[in-house]
């Protein structure tokens, strides 16, 4: 196991009707800037139980975060925060709305161009505090230090990490996840997946503390996800998801190990392009980059056949592909199709993603950095 220094500050409030909290973890004093996205909150009872919690505190709201949050978007509630002298950030909703609610957070108190954050790895030294309820279970950004933003004018998806961006606290009740239609059900469920994937199927470093944890993860998503679906209303499904979620992204169980990522990096230049959702370009990316560096990932990949999906034949090879096909059919039966034509993106299109990787550096991805843009274009075309 490789050295590391963990630390996750975010105070978790886990359960149904914890929102009524907010009103002890926002004090009266404090004027809060309340970021929402499109509207859900408004339909669901989540935009009522906040108001209300908050009714002792001035709040001024922000709403109009777009799924993958625009930056353009992020700089007006930032203007908004600098002018109103905002205390605290509260984003209400997915990975879109909390991620834009760092991007604020950092902004507001940056000195320069903030695209720099993003386009140029500039060091945020401060933040605004941030506070959450999520709304979709997903991303982990309720309590990690990650955010990606959306330039849409140049069509660049980027992202940051700062530990002074992690939210003092998340709430999380299952209860507001009933709302979701299946397909963000089904991005949640995979996306949280994806995460864990990049953590564990890279090569043995004899950590089996973070290898049994993310395969409880993997196995707790394969058993429950499709639960989501299929009886939508059920609590302890729903609450399940929700904290294996937060489990595959709050950085425990990458600690000691190497991490590949390299899915989550050609993917987001799928979304830039052609605006697919961000787990449907996992699921799309991830079978392709198996099967591109099995070799690599051999013994992972032997692990994972034999403990996530208990398949059990002499032939390795023969393993790996069922381990490969099995993921493959686990996105689809959550109703994601796997392959670019699916979505209607032709070959063609594999030339102008393989320019975006190099444009944003990305020469040598993976746990050892050997996926360069050749090695991208492979994965691509195995994912056509
Ligand atoms: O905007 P509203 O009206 O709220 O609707 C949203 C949005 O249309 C809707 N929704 C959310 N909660 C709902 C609901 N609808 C009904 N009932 C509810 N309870 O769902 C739609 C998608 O929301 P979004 O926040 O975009 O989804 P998600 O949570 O999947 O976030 C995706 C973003 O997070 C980034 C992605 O790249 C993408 O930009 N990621 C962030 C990460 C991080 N911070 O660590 C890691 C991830 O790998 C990922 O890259
Ligand atoms: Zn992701």
Request: aromatic share 8%; hydrophobic share 45%.
């Amino acid at each position: 196991m490789f050295n590391f220094s963990y630390q996750n500050s975010t105070r978790i409030l886990f359960g149904q009707d914890q929102i009524k909290q907010l009103a002890e973890l926002i004090t009266p004093e404090q004027k809060v800037l309340l970021l929402y996205g499109g509207g859900s909150i408004k339909t669901n009872s989540v935009y009522q139980q906040v108001t209300a919690a908050l009714q002792a505190a001035e709040v001024i709201e922000f709403s109009g975060v777009e799924p993958n949050p625009n930056f353009e978007t992020l700089m007006r509630a930032t203007d908004i925060a600098r002018r109103e002298k905002i205390d605290i950030i509260l984003a209400v909703g997915g990975g879109s709305v909390i991620d834009g609610a760092k991007f604020v957070a950092a902004a507001a108190l940056f000195e320069g161009d903030a695209w720099d954050i993003l386009a140029k790895g500039a060091n945020v030294q401060q933040a605004l505090p941030i506070g959450c309820v999520l709304t979709l279970p997903a991303t982990g950004s309720e309590s990690n230090g990650n955010s990606v933003v959306t330039r849409y004018e140049t069509k660049q998806k980027l992202a940051f990490s700062s530990p002074w961006v992690y939210p003092q606290f998340a709430i999380l009740d299952p209860t507001v996840t009933y709302s979701l239609p299946p397909k963000q059900v089904a991005n949640g469920v995979v996306d949280a997946f994806v995460h864990v994937m990049e953590q564990y199927l890279t090569y043995p470093v004899n950590a089996p503390v973070q290898d049994r944890f993310a395969e409880g993860l993997l196995l707790t998503l394969i058993a429950e996800g499709p639960k989501a679906l299929s009886d939508p209303q059920n609590y302890a499904v729903r609450a399940n998801v929700m904290w294996a979620a937060t489990m595959a992204l709050n950085g425990l169980i990458g600690q000691g190990v190497p991490q590949d990522w390299a899915t989550h990096m050609i993917g987001h230049e799928i979304t830039a392009l052609f605006g697919l959702d961000h787990a449907q370009t996992l699921a799309i990316v991830l079978p392709a980059l198996m099967q591109q560096q099995r070799s690599q990932k051999r013994e992972k990949l032997l692990q994972y056949a034999t403990r996530v999906w208990q398949l059990q034949h002499q032939d390795e090879e023969r393993l790996i592909d069922e381990a490969i096909s099995h993921t493959r059919y686990f996105f689809e039966r959550m109703g994601i199709p796997t392959r670019l034509a699916d979505y209607g993106i032709q070959a063609e299109a594999i030339e102008q993603l393989v320019s975006k990787l190099v444009q944003h550096n990305m020469l040598a991805l993976g746990e050892h950095q050997d996926i360069t843009p050749e090695v991208s274009r492979r994965i691509l075309q195995l994912a056509l």
